[in-house]
């Protein structure tokens, strides 16, 4: 009882604190300080748009948001004036000389729920928005650990696994070590080698009855369905690699060739060659510098993070490592879109 109290403490108490921060940017930007920090406009990213799925495994609710919320997202950019742009129109969006502030709308990954709940939403408001797309996913040759992860541990009262000092058992039986298991093996997936890592948690998966790539399956778009949705003038595809490992970890020749074959095949698949790339996970110990560079020598015309930020003028200077400002599943109130468009609570330094 109390490892849960002290869970459910440490958790709670660091969304009351990102809420109180939001909260308090929000009335900031109201009351018209700090306008400079808006810039001229944002990108903002999605994973999963659905209904609300209960029960929720909170260490992926992050990435999921409700069509509602999307909804309300939209309405609440545009009644504070923003424009909606496709992704590969900032460029030159940032060089106009247009005061009014814009917004483009990205999803990594290639969901199933992006076509069935966020394409009506995004259509119904004339929104456009670009989907990253994994071309092992939506062929169904590599998983998605984490959604694999999602499958095994909340059904189990415990869990065998080996974390590299041999075989340990992990107690399972209350929500709290479930997600600590979950950033065990997420400290795993980045402390070998990633594509090891996931083998070894697909080989998990197996033995308890769940196949990873009829997961995906599942999940995720194939190629005839990426098709039939760039037959909307709303939805654009970028590359999201082959593979979805963090590029930083990569030898120089595996991470050009993670991004251009990633670009191959979806022009081969469209007839279009993909002017846009999503690093996957996008944090600062997933790309690197060299990365950036990899991407704009390969002709990407934008390339994103997942770093917080908003765009300005400055932004144009590095088209291909760009911040972009998650929707995040425990924060869907429309003023905190408000408050992360204004750019405010990205002013603090960053460690």
């Known amino acids: 009882m109390q490892h849960r109290a002290k869970g459910v403490w440490r958790r709670g108490g660091k969304r009351n604190l990102i809420a109180g921060a939001l909260n308090a940017a929000y009335f900031v930007s109201r009351a018209g300080l700090m306008g400079q920090a808006r810039g001229r406009g944002a990108i903002f990213t999605l994973h999963h748009v659905r209904p609300l799925q209960q029960p929720v495994f909170e260490p992926n609710a992050h990435l999921e948001v409700t069509p509602e919320f999307l909804d309300a997202a939209i309405c609440k950019l545009r009644a504070d004036g923003y424009e909606f742009v496709r992704l590969d129109e900032v460029p030159a969006r940032l060089q106009s000389s247009s005061t009014t502030p814009f917004a483009a709308f990205t999803l990594d990954d290639g969901y199933y729920d992006n076509a069935q709940h966020a394409l009506p939403v995004f259509e119904r408001h004339g929104v456009p928005f670009t989907i990253f797309i994994t071309r092992g996913f939506s062929e169904r040759t590599h998983s998605l650990w984490w959604e694999t992860l999602e499958e095994i541990l909340p059904r189990r009262d415990s869990l065998e696994f080996d974390f590299g000092q041999g075989p340990e058992t992990t107690d399972l039986s209350t929500s709290v070590r479930v997600q600590d298991c979950f950033k065990k093996f997420v400290r795993y997936v980045w402390e070998n080698d990633e594509a090891d890592a996931v083998r070894h948690i697909e080989a998990l998966a197996r033995r308890n009855g769940i196949d ?46 993670e991004l251009r074959q990633s670009a191959d095949w979806l022009e081969q698949l469209t ?81």
């Open 212 to 257: 990873p790539l009829a997961l995906t399956a599942r999940l995720v778009m194939g190629p005839d369905d990426l098709k039939k949705l760039l037959e909307h003038p709303l939805a654009c595809l970028g590359a999201h690699t082959i593979s979805h490992r963090a590029i930083s970890r990569l030898s120089p020749e595996d991470a050009r060739e």
């Open 271 to 351: 007839g279009k060659r993909p002017a846009t790339f999503a690093f996957p996970y996008g944090t600062r110990e997933a790309v690197s510098a060299r990365d950036i560079d990899i991407a704009r020598e390969l002709g990407f015309s934008v390339a994103v993070l997942t770093q917080p930020g908003t765009l300005s003028e400055q932004s144009l200077d590095k088209l291909t490592g760009l911040p972009r400002i998650s929707l995040n599943g425990y924060f869907q109130r429309p003023k905190y879109v408000s408050a992360l468009a204004s750019g405010i609570p990205f002013l603090a330094p960053r460690r």
